[in-house]
Structure formats: C-alpha cells, structure tokens
Antibody, heavy 123, light 107 residues
C-alpha cells in the first residue's frame, strides 16, 4: 500500500530556509485522484495545513505563512518537497506529508500520512 | 479562514462508556468534515470522512454525525486502545482547518 516518508534536516538556523522531502512508495505520485500535502503541528498552533501540490506542478499554499512557502514535485523520483524561507522559532514543529483525495473522485480527507519529522529552528 | 472549535478540550471516561466529542464550525460547511485520531508520538489517522462515513477498517464503535455547523464524534463502548487526541477538520473552503483537539483519557 502507499506509504509516505519525510526526510530533511532536523535543525535549521533562524532566517535560513527549511527544506524537506516526502518520498512516496507503493504507488505513483502521478495520479489524477490525489493532492500531496504538507501539514505541521506545534504545541502553540496545533495542526496547520501548509499547502498541497498536484502531480502536474499546480500548487496552493496557506496564506498564513505569508508567501514564504514553495512546494514542488519530482515525478521521476516520486517525491514532493517543501521549502519555507526566513524561518523563525515559530516554525519549529513536527512536519508531516500527507495524501488527500479530490472531492468527487476519492476520499476527500488526509487519508495517508508520513510518520512526521521534527524540525527545530534555533541558532 | 473557517474556525473549528472542539469541546471538551479534554475528557476522562471509563472503559465501556459512551463518549461524545463535538465540533463547531464558524460557518456552514455542509458535511465537509473529517475526524482524526492521534496517538502519542504518531501521525493522525483518518477515522471518519464526510461527517458520517467510517473509513474502511475503523471499528464500528466509532460514528460521526452532523451537518452545517455542528458535528459529533461518538465512541460507543470505549476501549483502552481509544486513548488518543481527536481532531475535526473542515474541507469546505481552503485552507483546510483543524479543531484544537480533544484529549481522551481513561478514568
């Protein structure tokens, strides 16, 4: 079955760029039925959706991150990635990648999640 | 953004109890509401989608109901493995937003 796995540095310095990759296994990212999402969880803000990407490269991100986010996809590697620039301590969180179905075709929910990766912003 | 408010924030119940968690949306979201269970140190898991549809493989003691702005998740006959934090999430309008969570403990 489809599995997701996040990878990337666990420590990022303030003002630098946070970079994470999610590898999809057991299925293809090239699907008309799913979006590929990034979600984070911190004690202060709970679960926060960051954004999604479609395999074509079409993406949408949460305006709460004030245009600091870039989400990209590499279909040849079956991966999608997240970059958050100008990070501060407020970006410290567990970061999850997750699959969501497109309403009307598949389950319109975050139905598969990676295990999560802890990212700490600190000098 | 649509605000999702869960109550209670925490709940203590006994094995075998019926437990109800509520979720209120700041505006009408039809039935575009999902429920997740998160155990300590793990990623959330989908339980219910579309307000009342149980995901395949989820025990039938879980059920969801509601529409518009008021929703409930019910656990009939609480089991030890149900100890977790539960979250609602709306998908009516981007960005999808989550409730703050309800922590369920055993009494």
């Amino acid at each position: 079955q489809v599995q997701l796995q996040e990878s990337g540095p666990g420590l990022v310095k303030p003002s630098q760029t946070l970079s994470l990759t999610c590898t999809v296994s057991g299925g293809s990212i090239n699907s008309d039925d799913y979006y590929w999402n990034w979600i984070r969880q911190s004690p202060g803000k709970g679960l926060e959706w960051i954004g999604y990407i479609f395999y074509t490269g079409s993406s949408y991100d949460n305006s709460s991150l004030k245009s600091r986010v870039t989400i990209s996809v590499d279909t040849s590697k079956n991966q999608f990635s997240l970059k958050v620039n100008s990070v501060t301590a407020a970006d410290t969180a567990v970061y999850y990648c997750a699959r969501s179905g497109i309403a009307g075709t598949t389950t319109p929910a975050f139905d598969i999640w990676g295990p999560g990766t802890v990212v700490t912003v600190s000098s | 953004d649509i605000q999702m408010t869960q109550s209670p924030s925490s709940l203590s119940a006994s094995i075998g109890d019926r437990v109800t968690i509520t979720c209120q949306a700041s505006q009408d979201i039809n039935t575009y509401l999902n429920w997740y269970q998160q155990k300590s140190g793990k990623a959330p898991k989908l339980l219910v989608y579309g307000a009342s549809n149980l995901k395949t493989g989820v025990p039938s003691r879980f059920s969801g109901s509601g529409a518009g702005t008021h929703f409930t998740l019910t656990i009939n006959s609480l089991q030890p493995e149900d100890i977790a934090t539960y979250y609602c999430q709306q998908y009516d309008t981007l960005p999808p937003t989550f409730g703050q969570g309800t922590r369920l403990e055993i009494k």
